[in-house]
């Protein structure tokens, strides 16, 4: 069964652009949540979306935005980037039921210059 | 801010040695989770113990949790080369799939 896809794998923006970056879960699962990845503050999570609503949010700034389509996919977009929104995005996906372990992507390097 | 720490941050070990890493966390969990990080790479799922377990294995790795001290540790025993990378802890403490990650350890094993 094929594994969680993300895409693109790598990207580089400027200062005050936006992004959209795009994960497609294991078939079958309804729960997609991202996470950011970087040096100075490991991995911190962003948002949790389940069968098209979302279900949990982390402290992030309001630049940085979700949503889910019918089919589980999931894209998340942020606006406004700067340089401290570079970072490895990744995306997991469950069955969204308790006590699921999480099944990652090999995650978006976005680096802004 | 992070739920919890990992200890130590870097481990370097000789092939067929035991290594084991420590985590700590701070609010009462449903879980806890345990990755495996190759460098760029997404991350692997290793185990995963929920709040009324004390102990899992699963082929070299053995894991224990002991929410009275609010700690868990892995064992990855006979290491191997393979093994190189950075481990974290993640805990789920609250409805839906939400997962806070420790600072990880890596772990560099030595042929």
């Known amino acids: 069964k094929a594994g969680v896809t993300q895409t693109p794998r790598y990207l580089i923006k400027t200062r005050g652009q936006q992004v959209t970056l795009s994960c497609s879960p294991i078939s079958g699962h309804r729960s997609v949540s991202w996470y950011q990845q970087t040096p100075g503050q490991g991995l911190q999570f962003l948002f949790e979306y389940f069968s098209e609503t979302q279900r949990n949010k982390g402290n992030f700034p309001g630049r940085f935005s979700g949503r889910q389509f019918s089919n589980s996919r999931s894209e998340m977009n942020v606006s406004t980037l700067e340089l401290g929104d570079s970072a490895l995005y990744l995306c997991?996906?469950?069955?969204?039921?308790?006590?699921?372990?999480?099944?990652f992507g090999d995650g978006t390097r976005l680096s802004i210059l | 801010s992070q739920q919890g720490e990992e200890d130590p941050q870097a481990l370097s070990i000789q092939e067929g040695e035991n290594a084991t890493m420590n985590c700590s966390y701070k609010?009462?969990?449903?879980?806890l989770q345990w990755y495996r990080q190759n460098s760029g790479r997404g991350l692997v799922h290793l185990i995963l113990?929920?709040?009324?377990?004390r102990e899992k294995h699963s082929g070299r790795l053995r894991v224990t949790l002991d929410t009275s001290k609010k700690s868990s540790s892995l064992l990855i025993t006979a290491s191997r080369a393979a093994d190189t990378a950075s481990y974290f802890c993640?805990?789920?403490?609250?409805?839906?799939?939400?997962?806070?990650f420790g600072g990880g350890t890596r772990l560099m094993v030595k042929p």
């Open positions: 997991a996906s469950s069955f969204g039921t308790d006590n699921q372990p999480q099944h």
């Open positions: 113990i929920r709040s009324n377990e």
């Open positions: 609010t009462s969990i449903n879980n």
């Open positions: 993640a805990t789920q403490y609250n409805a839906g799939n939400m997962l806070t």
